[in-house]
């Protein structure tokens, strides 16, 4: 039985109307999340990807030394936690970072330590270490671990980069097996075909949050700055 959404003072029968068909279809959404995540979930973990070589800086986002390389089999800490890899567009030919990445990556910032309680989470960009540690000082991300790829394959192989230098975003999740072998889990894009976009929207709340609104989205998108 669908639940009855509490009334209003003066609520009309036409809001009323229309408010229960839309709790209806919230329902119907939120069902159909937790099948795809459950089919997610199914994935085999059998594709093996190189342990690729990353550079990056301290944890201290003031401080540029030392420098050191990092592997991705490095970036799992704490048993069974699976490692999701934000695909930063910044570097090569992306000169200026991707507007959009950058304010997703403004939200994780701020919830770094809920997600690292069930997961690791870095941030790689092709941009070389100290201009990518030089625009998170810009932007005050001193909480996000950040990752340089400049002289690593792993986002041409992943395929958010192409041989040109153009980035694409995209969001990774990788796995490390029992014999210390690296397993790619998922890689998920804003672009599901064609026609669609917004494949990666329900993790950005700004928009989510737009969508509440009378006046919805539109065709708002984020800038570097504001003024």
């Given at each position: 039985m669908t639940?009855?959404?509490?009334?209003?003072?003066?609520?009309?029968?036409?809001?009323?109307?229309?408010?229960?068909?839309?709790?209806?279809?919230?329902?119907?959404?939120?069902?159909?999340?937790?099948?795809?995540?459950?089919?997610?979930?199914?994935?085999?973990?059998?594709?093996?990807?190189?342990d690729y070589v990353f550079e990056r800086g301290p944890a201290d986002l003031d401080r540029d030394e030392p420098i050191e390389q990092v592997r991705l089999s490095d970036l799992f800490v704490g048993p069974g936690k699976p490692l999701i890899v934000y695909h930063f567009m910044y570097g090569q030919a992306q000169i200026m970072p991707c507007p959009m990445c950058a304010m997703w990556l403004d939200g994780f910032n701020g919830?770094?330590?809920?997600?690292?309680?069930?997961?690791?989470?870095?941030?790689?960009?092709?941009?070389?270490?100290?201009?990518?540690?030089a625009y998170a000082r810009h932007?005050?991300?001193?909480?996000?671990?950040?990752?340089?790829?400049?002289?690593?394959?792993?986002?041409?192989?992943?395929?958010?980069?192409?041989?040109?230098?153009?980035?694409r975003p995209a969001i990774s999740v990788f796995s490390k097996a029992d014999d210390g072998t690296v397993r790619h889990f998922y890689t998920g894009e804003p672009t599901l075909d064609e026609k669609t976009w917004g494949g990666l929207d329900q993790y950005c709340p700004v928009w989510n949050l737009f969508d509440l609104t009378p006046v919805g989205r539109g065709d708002w998108n984020p800038q570097l700055e504001y003024h």
């Open positions: 639940r009855i959404v509490a009334r209003l003072p003066n609520e009309s029968e036409g809001y009323r109307k229309i408010r229960q068909e839309l709790l209806e279809a919230e329902i119907a959404l939120r069902e159909q999340t937790i099948v795809l995540a459950a089919l997610r979930r199914e994935l085999p973990l059998d594709t093996e990807v190189a919830i770094v330590r809920h997600i690292t309680q069930r997961a690791n989470l870095a941030v790689v960009a092709a941009a070389p270490i100290q201009q990518l540690r932007r005050g991300w001193s909480n996000l671990p950040l990752l340089s790829s400049a002289s690593s394959t792993f986002k041409t192989d992943l395929q958010t980069q192409t041989a040109e230098g153009d980035q």
